[in-house]
């Protein structure tokens, strides 16, 4: 039995249909994975099959240390969304329930290169003049 | 293994992907009944680039129960109907401004604007207005006070409340009639008062009512007050013929006197008949050029979900044969 079911393949399947730039999924996991990492990479696995505009990069959190730092990655299983660059949009633990919405969505936005926040909102970003560490916190309930 | 959660809810995903008011599209359609979103998949189906405004997916579909006569189904439940309906929508690209409340449709050249509740402005070369039908007020007092306290306008939705009560359903339609039989299965105790001379509901549907000798019936009677404090206590009815008022002890009231086109942003601009319905011809063309009407708010009669998602499709092709046309697309 795979992660997504049929219907929901289809419906993702139907939504990539419109993206419109190349999006690469990066996930860190390792080599005796986690029973979080292993679900997350085999849903990643399907996800990334339903768009050819989509690249799946499976990592190895301890054997590319470097790599994971330069991403910023301190913790798996980890998914970070990269359009033309790194967005800072990184997941950690299984991107589930709401979140997988979220994981679908922000796929999309990648392949727009553009958040779809209003211009008014991203002139107010624009005015952020020093890195600014924003983390989420959600539960599966 | 044993996986989590991992399905879609389109919808969620869908209130992120807005139209642009800076765009001007090809098409915007208002509404989100059966004609909408019909209307929907086949301007999709035809590449044009549009965007649809409605306050929710789904139209009067919403307020009834079962539906038997969607060809294909011998009965299938009225939510999952809606539901399919939304799903296939929402399988194509279309950006939709869930939620608004559309205030009025100018004309501005070639280009039509809609303007929104919260002053936002959307533009298109064409538009299909779809935006149906509601229920008609009664315009007594109370009853806009006691709005769900007793007062509804949706049997299939209110009725399970009313075991037990004493519920007075205005009208002598169909509507109303079914609204008895409804309320009848719910075990309420129920009276039929119609303003009108003479009940207008289907001969079958009369004796069906009679039959149970559980209706009381008040014939061209004049509901003119809904009265109770913080809910439904009582109606007060008017003989029409000796002018003479009564009191009904009544917990609950249904109104059922027939619906209202949802014209209102558009009334300043489009021809409409004496019943504010907004006149088509068999293209779906309304009296402006670009703009068209399907489903329950125009003229076309018999207003069933088959009909007016035939007429969302014709909306739809009559608009893209106007965009070719006029080499737009």
């Known amino acids: ?141 | 293994m044993d996986f989590p959660d991992f399905s879609l809810d389109t919808s969620l995903l869908q209130k992120a992907k807005e139209p642009e008011p800076k765009i001007t599209y090809d098409l915007l359609i208002l509404g989100g009944g059966p004609a909408a979103m019909s209307a929907a998949v086949y301007a999709a189906r035809k590449m044009i680039n549009l965007a649809i405004i409605t306050r929710d997916f789904g139209g009067q579909i919403r307020e009834t129960s079962e539906v038997e006569n969607w060809l294909g189904f011998q009965s299938i439940n009225a939510k999952d109907l809606a539901d399919s309906f939304e799903e296939h929508v929402s399988g194509f690209d279309i950006p939709v401004s869930l939620g608004a409340s559309i205030t009025e449709v100018k004309k501005e050249g070639d280009v039509f604007k809609v303007l929104t509740a919260d002053t936002t402005i959307y533009s298109s070369r064409t538009l299909i207005i779809a935006t149906g039908k509601r229920h008609r007020p009664l315009n007594v007092p109370g009853e806009n006070e006691l709005l769900g306290r007793g007062v509804a306008y949706c049997a299939t939705c209110d009725a399970p409340f009313f075991k037990g009560k004493k519920v007075v359903v205005a009208g002598g339609g169909n509507s109303a009639f079914t609204t008895a039989v409804d309320l009848l299965k719910a075990g309420a105790d129920v009276t039929l008062v119609n303003s009108i001379k003479g009940w207008q509901a289907d001969e079958s549907l009369q004796e069906r009512i009679k039959q149970t000798g559980k209706v009381s019936l008040f014939d061209y009677h004049q509901i003119v007050k809904i009265e109770g404090k913080d809910s439904v206590e009582g109606v007060v009815v008017k003989n029409r013929e000796n002018d003479k008022e009564k009191k009904l002890r009544a917990n609950g009231v249904f109104i059922e006197i027939g619906l209202s086109p949802n014209n209102e942003p558009v009334k300043n601009l489009v021809e409409t008949n004496d019943h504010g319905e907004i006149i088509v011809d068999c293209f779906c063309r309304t009296s402006v050029e670009g703009l068209f009407g399907a489903g329950d708010v125009t003229t076309v009669p018999h207003k069933q979900i088959v009909i007016s998602a035939g007429e969302g499709a014709k909306a739809a092709l009559s608009a893209y044969d106007y965009l070719i046309n006029k080499s737009i697309i």
């Open chain 1, 1 to 141: 039995m795979g992660a997504l079911k049929e219907k929901d393949k289809e419906k993702v399947a139907s939504i990539f249909k419109g993206i419109e730039k190349d999006v690469t999924i990066v996930m860190f996991t390792q080599e005796m994975e986690c029973p979080r990492c292993e679900m997350t990479r085999l849903m990643l696995e399907e996800v990334s099959g339903l768009s050819d505009k989509i690249t799946l990069e499976v990592h190895d959190f301890v054997a590319e240390a470097d790599l994971a730092k330069k991403y910023g990655i301190d913790k798996i299983p980890a998914t970070a969304i990269f359009g033309d660059k790194d967005y800072g949009i990184h997941f950690y633990g299984v991107p589930a329930g709401y979140e997988f919405n979220v994981l679908i969505e922000d796929i999309m936005d990648a392949g727009k290169r553009n958040p779809g926040l209003s211009e008014e909102v991203m002139a107010e970003l624009a005015k952020v003049d020093k890195p600014v560490h924003l983390q989420v916190l959600i539960s599966p309930t």
